[in-house]
């Protein structure tokens, strides 16, 4: 009897320490904050105006430099903002091509006059831009008799703002936090050990930015969605928007110039621009090519080229 127990206490003995040789992983996000996941605040059965935008790269202002850290979070929130179905992305080159023109690269220097020229030039509704403003990465381990493990953790900081590319206007300047955890354990003192995990930079970013998304969507509504006049040819009114853009047969455009310029007198610096006169309304008759529209005149008059079109109410 006692052979046998003696037996089988080795062997469980050693099938402990055989699963001990395989460590146990475990990746979390922290998302206490997060009212919706991003996928689900954002529905790719969205109906409305579709705002286009672009996101100019983030820059890295943390004590810790964490190499191209800022490129991953640009590249996360364009992906969030494409899988959305609310807005038009438009690529990150087509954006550095047009700031390489002007000798412009980072997202400091994104002020109205570049905003207005961006929106201008690619037909923008707005720019997402921010900065890394934090990193962190922390130890956080667990020991018993039989068994250990180590969670890494993650912690990143991030500032993120929308600027309004037909008045030049920050819109809207936020801070967020974001987490990861990826905990991994084994048994007397095997599996547990970590090294350079490039999943930690990513997790943290993923987590601030989809609390981000909540927030970014809220702003950018369909309010803030304008089109231009691309062209006119006697009754026919042709617009730079069209299905792609969510618009439908019957839809109603109010017509606005665009308004002037408005310096600083004290810095010579552009305010933005203010608005403009309203001189009529369209209504959308047919759509051409991948995203314009046709339009007929509703009242008014007087309509020139790049007049500025926004949805009625």
Known sequence: MYKLKLVSTVFVCGALFLSGCTSTVKSVH????????AMEASSVDFKGAKLRVGVVNFENNAARKVRDIEIVATNILTTMLQESGQFIVVPRQDLDAILDQ???????????????HLGKVLGLNAILTGSITSYAE????SNTILTQ???LVAKVGVDYRIVDTTTGVQLF??????????????LLGFGSKSSADTSLKDGALRDALAKAMNKITEQLTSDLWSGRIAQIKGKFI????????????????????????IIDPQTGVSLGRAPGVVRGKLQINSFFGKNGSVAGVISGGGFRNNDLVKLQN
């Open 30 to 37: 922290r998302d206490d904050n997060v009212k919706v996941n």
């Open 102 to 116: 002007q000798d412009l690269s980072a997202s400091k220097i994104i002020g109205p006059n570049t905003a207005i």
């Open 138 to 141: 922390l130890v956080e381990s």
């Open 149 to 151: 493990s180590k969670t």
């Open 173 to 186: 300047a936020s801070h967020g936090n974001g987490e990861f955890r990826k905990t991994s354990g084994g």
């Open 238 to 261: 042709y617009i730079n928007a069209g299905k792609q853009t969510g618009l439908r047969i019957g839809d109603t455009l109010i017509v606005q110039e665009l308004g002037e310029d």
